[in-house]
């Protein structure tokens, strides 16, 4: 059964009650992306009085078994080794982020950061560990991991699979899905492989990477446009 639709007036009177509610899922704002900076330096501080105190791993750094200290599957998201892993992945978030935080709403922005850093995080523990029990294959397990670049890594994937070109590509040729698949499972692994060095977690960032292609393919974070909505509900 078809709604009514509402009247000018109606949508005038419901937007005024509710401006907080209004605000929140207008598209369009690059605050969560600032609001992520302050949370990192906020964490960085924390990290450096914590470790004072010799508590600071069981905040926040990810360590098997996960079940030991199951925050740090969060906490970890936002925590980081050190000054320069803070300022790569910050100088990396505001030029991934702030596209994509323009295009969403603040609350789907720093949920879609804070879940895709986790499953880069746990995965990177859980497939190392996994790979170092098979015999002949060279792969160490990973100790403990911390850092955005999981979750940086995502927003890069996002911004790449739901950008303007990828969509006018998409809409003229017809893709089969498991092309689709394919070509991101490519390309994560060909930038993963750009960024390995010493210390890096190569598995949370071909994680982060393709979680994010994937999402950015079927555009999880799109919102309508104010105007757009006006002219639905008039």
Not at 86 to 92: G, I, T
Not at 119 to 127: E, K, T
Not at 143 to 166: I, K, T
């Amino acid at each position: 059964m078809a709604r009514r639709p509402r009247s000018r007036s109606q949508s005038e009177l419901y937007l005024r009650s509710g401006p907080d509610r209004a605000e929140e899922s207008e598209p369009g704002s690059i605050g969560p992306v600032l609001e992520l900076l302050v949370v990192f330096v906020l964490v960085a501080i924390v990290q450096w009085l914590t470790a004072l105190v010799g508590v600071m791993g069981g905040l926040f750094v990810l360590a098997p078994p996960l079940a030991a200290n199951p925050w740090t599957v969060v906490t970890s998201v936002y925590a980081h080794s050190g000054l320069g892993h803070l300022v790569s992945n910050s100088l990396a978030l505001v030029v991934f982020g702030w596209p994509v935080a323009r295009a969403t709403t603040r609350g789907q922005f720093h949920a879609f950061f804070a879940v895709t850093g986790a499953i880069a995080g746990v995965s990177q523990i859980v497939l190392t560990g996994l790979l170092a029990a098979i015999p002949f294959v060279p792969v160490a397990p990973t100790p403990g991991v911390l850092g955005a670049s999981g979750a940086v890594f995502a927003l890069l994937g996002y911004l790449v699979a739901s950008n303007r070109l990828s969509a006018g590509l998409a809409s003229f040729v017809d893709v089969p899905r498991w092309l689709s698949v394919l070509v991101f499972v490519g390309l994560a692994v060909a930038l993963t492989l750009a960024t390995a060095s010493p210390g890096i977690a190569l598995v949370a960032h071909f994680t982060g990477l393709l979680v994010g292609l994937l999402a950015g393919r079927t555009r999880i974070l799109a919102v309508d446009s104010p105007s757009a909505s006006a002219r639905t509900t008039d």
